[in-house]
């Protein structure tokens, strides 16, 4: 509408000052070091792209990156298993069980991320519960140092990020068309399969790519819970920024990784959910229960 | 009706089921139509035991005494607290904590707050971008953050110092304040502002006076999540500490790491009770003041 107007130049309006304060933060402290390290990776030690390249062809980082992916697919299908079934009752069950339904979603949120990470530790421990539990049943799987102990608790932290996307578009389907169908003489899966899924598919999409970006990011937890034989992408950059020292090979990495991340949030942006909408959950919390 | 006996084991199911009467039957009745099956309910329970379960752990734990490193416990001793609060080591890191996190987030707070009432009146395609840059932290992954900032802040001499993690905690603060004041004007009417200019009052004074009261709970919901993200954030931490300061979730991180401390399943559990605490402060006193608040309408 505003195409058809010449653009005019206007003062700026006197509401950027309120602005300000916190965009110089936000420039200063976050946007100026992630430019520092944009630039080393492309100038040190000259004008180069071999820090680029390198991640390519230095044997390691490929196959750290391919297992840090693999790793995230697999937290994103548990996520997706579990939340799925989960923000449907959501949207079924009384307003007073859902604010209680709710909460629970937010605990992994507000639960402090070393607490627990040394939780999980103690759950997957050897010879910790879940192993007595598997070795009675006559299995025998490690969890500790493994990526599976990894799967388990990224899984936990990140299924609200699955949760609350995936509530919020299914809670926006009108139940009488699947009503109408079973009406028709529809099966009830028939029902779900035709009309329930194609109409959650954008909170389900916004969902996956949310779980799979925050996973690529973990740091603690493989830490903790992995081992260094199975590192994945966020212990290498730390490894070639504490210990290599090795700036602008970290910062190649970690470009890498942040405009991956950008990429997929704005996709998610796209189909449905947003970045601030489960934000305003999280800080909201059980507000909306109509 | 299959649902019932499953939820009411929840505290606030159970809590007031005299009072709720009315509206189960008339749930009751609709539940013939269009049934929950009880699988997914079966489903539903043991999702939200998986959500809460690293949290229940910790507790029993860390009242076992110095076999800490086992659940369940076998003995109940208080051991663990009394060595959290006579060792310097983890006194000094909670004291650092809870330092750098108020300061932060009394800095997230306050521009934060600004951002959201200017970002509130602008429109237009520059005025989205700004809010998405001061958003972006809230999905960058936090060790590519952490590996920038430490870089940067080794040639500031920022590394180790009090203003360092002040600084980029409030940064990484100020997205949780500006979601939670924006969505506090969401509701907020504008003509009072012109009501309050009409009477005489100077755009400072109508903010004191009209503008925080009416967003106050935004802005105190805000300043707790800036809170509890510095106090709480552990990755930056690991990379700005030093030898002499260190906050307490750095601590917790070398008691799993290095030295097998069990004191951590002492501060495991203070620090999810007093996070869960601060958190549930501002929903306390929202869900009870709606009904006061809707009455005048």
């Known amino acids: 509408m505003s195409n058809a107007r010449p653009r005019r130049w206007r003062p700026p309006s006197a509401s950027w000052l309120l602005v300000a304060p916190a965009l110089v933060l936000v420039t200063a402290i976050l946007f100026v070091p992630l430019g520092e390290s944009f630039l080393r990776s492309v100038s040190s030690p000259t004008w180069t792209l071999d820090n680029y390249t390198g991640l390519f062809t230095d044997g390691v980082t490929v196959k750290v990156l391919v297992r840090t992916a693999r790793t995230a697919a697999e937290v994103t299908v548990v996520a997706f298993a579990l939340g799925y079934p989960y923000a449907y009752l959501l949207t079924r069950v009384g307003p007073r069980a859902r604010a209680v339904m709710l909460v629970v979603v937010l605990v992994p949120f507000w639960t402090s991320v070393m607490a627990r990470n040394f939780a999980w530790l103690l759950i997957l421990q050897r010879g910790g519960p879940v192993q007595a539990v598997v070795s009675a049943l006559g299995g025998h799987v490690t969890f500790v140092g493994t990526t599976l102990g990894v799967t388990i608790a990224m899984s936990q932290v990140l299924l609200p990020f699955m949760v609350l996307p995936l509530y919020s578009s299914l809670s926006g389907i009108d139940r009488r068309l699947l009503l109408a169908a079973r009406g028709l003489g529809s099966s009830p899966l028939a029902a779900f399969w035709k009309i329930y899924w194609p109409l959650s598919r954008g909170g389900v999409v916004a969902g996956l790519i949310f779980v799979f970006t925050l996973s690529l990011g973990f740091y603690v937890t493989p830490a903790l819970l992995g081992s260094p034989q199975q590192s994945l992408v966020a212990q290498l950059l730390a490894e070639r920024t504490t210990q290599l020292l090795d700036f602008a090979g970290a910062g190649a990495l970690g470009m890498l990784g942040l405009v991956a991340t950008l990429v997929l949030v704005a996709w998610a942006n796209r189909v449905g959910g947003t970045i601030s909408a489960i934000g305003v959950v999280a800080t909201s919390g059980t507000k909306e229960s109509r | ?297």
């Open chain 2, 1 to 297: 009706m299959t649902t019932t006996p499953a939820l009411s084991g929840t505290p606030t199911a159970s809590a007031e089921p005299v009072l709720d009467r009315p509206r189960v039957l008339r749930r009751r009745r609709h539940r013939g139509v269009d049934p929950v099956p009880w699988w997914l309910v079966v489903i539903g329970v043991l999702v939200g035991l998986y959500f809460v379960l690293p949290t229940a752990i910790v507790i029993p734990v860390s009242v076992g005494g110095e076999g800490a490193f086992k659940f369940p416990p076998k003995v109940f001793s208080l051991d663990l607290y009394r060595r959290f609060f006579t060792d310097p080591l983890w006194l000094g890191s909670l004291g650092n904590s809870v330092l750098v996190a108020v300061l932060a987030a009394l800095l997230a707070t306050a521009v934060g707050t600004a951002a959201a009432v200017g970002l509130h009146r602008l429109t237009g395609r520059t005025a989205r971008f700004v809010r998405t840059l001061l958003l972006v932290s809230m999905v960058t992954p936090s060790i590519v953050i952490a590996v920038a900032v430490y870089a940067s802040f080794l040639q500031w001499h920022l590394t180790g110092s009090v203003t360092g993690y002040v600084l980029a905690h409030a940064a990484i603060g100020v997205p949780f304040v500006l979601i939670s004041v924006t969505s506090a004007l969401g509701g907020f009417d504008t003509k009072l502002l012109r009501a309050s200019a009409s009477l005489g009052a100077s755009p400072a004074r109508t903010f004191v006076r009209v503008t925080m009261p009416l967003i106050g709970r935004g802005i105190a919901t805000g300043a707790v999540f800036a809170f509890v993200t510095s106090f709480d954030e552990v990755v930056i931490a690991l990379f700005l500490r030093s030898p002499t300061f260190q906050t307490l979730p750095v601590q917790m991180y070398n008691s799993v790491t290095y030295q097998l401390d069990p004191t951590i399943a002492a501060s495991s559990s203070l620090v999810v009770v007093s996070v869960t605490f601060f958190l549930l402060l501002p929903q306390l006193v929202r869900t009870r003041r709606p009904r006061r608040q809707g009455d005048p309408r």
